[in-house]
Structures are given as structure tokens and as C-alpha cells.
């Protein structure tokens, strides 16, 4: 009997990190510790050095197909027909044609139909013009959220059946850290000992400008730190840092390597994430699980995903930003105690249980 192959789209790991790509990169991981028995094909963009087969039946393939290029659902199908696959995971939203027998697809938000403004034309392209072909193509999708589900059933006329959640869960590495640690991450960017805390890409949806507006208002405030990747249209953010004159308030590093991450989240006073829109949002339950109290937007999945265990604000007040980070700075005792109601809520995500998940569906749409 012939032993099943599930492929799973990897190529977006040679482009970017953290978001989609860490979410593969972790799903990857941890179905290698479940599943011995099932052979997986992991696709890589040709160019990409970056390598994850951690198990003895997974095997690395590449593909010259790039990611999101306009004629990627028919050259993508070309280069995997010859591969035999059983089922075809794609992470990133849109699945090839054709290229396996079942293809399941991850919908991560539909950020693009709430906010087409924030996107670039060839964003809007690629996902707007083609969410309501890959859902109807799909076998089955995964959502990150029971918010992001019912988005998908009511905006996309997807039937309840044929989505399942599987919420993120967050790496080992995200803990409280020994001081020493937190030191030396601090030493190599220079950093002082009270922080205010971003991380994610820069791009119009996670509403930099405001931050930075509400930031301005409160001259008290410690040094604000922006750790992610630029993203589309980010230039408007690092202008409005110069408009307000906050060049010397705001610190942006760039890439920060992922074993640095911990510390950084660590050392900060508080994270803030005051976001448009949000699928999942995992720099809050990275922070919350570091221990750092965190202040998120009250929009699309995070009150979900956070729970009562955060500061909630609303993104286009800039008064409720400043407010927000103000409480957590002024309150001591509340800060405690959002910091180990934080510790507890984010021990129960867990990417084993997203592979659980994902390995029965797998499962189900293989017996179809």
C-alpha cells in the first residue's frame, strides 16, 4: 500500500520571517514530532539556503516558481504534478491549480477586504482577486481564529463545515529569561533597561503613525522600540516619526534575529500592538508569554486571542493609545498582574496542538 504525501508550500520562508512564514516553519516542526508514518514534501523556493526537514520522512524539494507572482496557481501546478501528491497544504492563502489529488488552504485574516486601502495594487492583486477562486477550489481551510472563521463564512460563503480553527501556539523559546540574558540582547542594540515594545512588520494595518501620536503626547514615556521588517507603504510610518520630531525617542531595528527576539520581548516594559486588523496577533502572546504585559488594539482577532489579559484600546483614538500605555506605566500592581495572568494564558497555546489539528484534517480530506 502505497504510503501517503502531503506537500507543504514552504517557498515564503526564502522571503520573509515571522507572520505566514514562522506559522509553516512551527506547523512543520511539530507535525515532524506527530506523524512518522506519512511522507512530506517540503517546498522551498530554489534559491532559499534556509532548510526545514527535521525528520528522516520529510524530504525538501524545490520550486522556481515565486511566491505571489501572477502566473503562480498555473506554474507552481507544473512543477508539482510530477510529484504525486495527496494532499497540497498552502499556508499562504492561494493553492496552485492542480498539483495534488485534496488541497487545504490557511486563511490567516481577510485584512484585504476589510482595508483595500492599506494594501499595494499588486497586494490587492493577488489576494482580493483571487480569496474567492482558492475558496471555492480548497477542500478544506484552516482559520487561525473563530473570529477569522466566521469572517470567512459570512464575507467568502464558505460553509461551516469545511472550516476548522487551529490556533497558533508559541515556541519554548518565549519564556521569562534570566537577567543576564535580557542583558546581553540589551548590550548588542544599546538599549536602556525600560522600553516601550512593537513588533511586527511595518505596513499601514498595524497603525504606526497613531502610536507614534500618542507616543508624541506622553514626554515621560521611555524609549519606544520598533523590532520587524519594512513592509508596503512604510514610509508613511518614518515620516511621521520626523514629523513629530521623535527621531531621538524611537529606536527601529531591522530583522532582528529570532533568538533574540525573547530577550527583547523581556527586557521591554510593555508591548504595543494597536493594529487595524489582526488575525491571530502573535507578538501579544510571544510578549504575554515572556512575561510582559501588553496593549492591543480591540479590533479583529485579538480581544480573542488576549482574552482579559491585556490593556485593549482603540486603534484611531490616539487618545485611548496614550491612555493605554499610560495605565500600565503609572500602575505598578496592575502591570503585576497582568504579567502573570499573561504567563498563565499563553501556556495554553501550543503548536503541538495546532499540528494535532492540522494532522486530523489532513486525515479527513485524505479519506475523501
Not at 216 to 233: D, Y
Not at 253 to 281: K, M, W
Not at 304 to 313: F, S, W
Request: hydrophobic residues 40%; contains cysteine.
Amino acid at each position: 500500500m502505497r504510503v501517503s504525501r502531503i506537500g507543504i508550500d514552504a517557498r515564503l520562508l526564502g522571503y520573509r520571517k515571522g507572520g505566514i512564514a514562522e506559522y509553516t516553519r512551527q506547523l512543520v516542526l511539530a507535525l515532524a514530532e506527530l506523524d512518522s508514518q506519512r511522507d512530506y514534501v517540503i517546498i522551498h523556493r530554489s534559491h532559499d539556503s534556509t532548510s526545514y526537514i527535521p525528520a528522516a520522512n520529510f524530504q525538501r524539494i524545490n520550486a522556481y516558481t515565486p511566491a505571489h507572482h501572477r502566473w503562480e496557481r498555473h506554474a507552481l501546478s507544473l512543477e508539482l504534478l510530477p510529484r504525486r501528491l495527496d494532499v497540497l497544504h498552502s499556508p499562504d492563502f492561494i493553492p496552485p491549480q492542480w498539483g495534488a489529488r485534496r488541497h487545504i488552504i490557511t486563511i490567516h485574516d481577510l485584512h484585504f477586504l476589510h482595508y483595500p486601502h492599506f494594501q499595494t495594487a499588486d497586494s490587492l492583486r493577488y489576494y482580493r482577486d483571487q480569496i474567492g477562486w482558492a475558496v471555492r477550489h480548497a477542500d478544506h481551510i484552516f482559520a487561525q481564529t473563530e473570529g477569522t472563521r466566521h469572517e470567512i463564512m459570512e464575507m467568502l460563503g464558505v460553509p461551516a463545515e469545511k472550516v476548522t480553527v487551529h490556533l497558533l501556539g508559541v515556541h519554548e523559546s518565549f519564556r521569562p529569561l534570566r537577567d543576564e540574558v535580557i542583558q546581553a540582547t540589551l548590550d548588542h542594540y544599546q538599549l536602556p533597561r525600560d522600553y516601550l515594545l512593537f513588533v511586527s512588520t511595518i505596513e499601514p494595518r498595524k497603525n504606526l503613525p497613531n502610536l507614534f501620536r500618542a507616543y508624541a503626547t506622553l514626554p515621560n514615556a521611555p524609549l519606544l522600540v520598533l523590532a520587524g521588517q519594512r513592509g508596503w507603504h512604510a514610509d508613511e510610518s518614518f515620516e511621521t516619526i520626523e514629523r513629530l520630531g521623535l527621531q531621538n525617542r524611537v529606536r527601529w531595528l531591522d530583522s532582528v534575529p529570532f533568538e533574540r527576539l525573547p530577550a527583547l520581548y523581556n527586557g521591554a516594559t510593555l508591548l504595543v500592538l494597536p493594529s487595524y486588523h489582526e488575525g491571530f496577533g502573535m507578538p501579544a502572546i510571544e510578549a504575554m508569554a515572556c512575561g510582559t504585559p501588553v496593549v492591543v488594539s480591540n479590533r479583529g482577532s485579538l480581544p480573542e486571542v488576549v482574552g482579559d489579559n491585556g490593556v485593549y484600546v482603540e486603534p484611531e483614538s490616539i487618545e485611548s493609545i496614550a491612555a493605554g500605555i499610560q495605565c500600565i506605566l503609572d500602575d505598578r500592581r496592575h502591570a503585576a498582574e497582568l504579567r502573570e495572568a499573561g504567563l498563565r494564558h499563553a501556556a495554553t497555546y501550543s503548536w503541538r496542538r495546532t499540528a494535532e489539528i492540522a494532522l486530523q484534517v489532513y486525515q479527513q480530506v485524505l479519506s475523501t
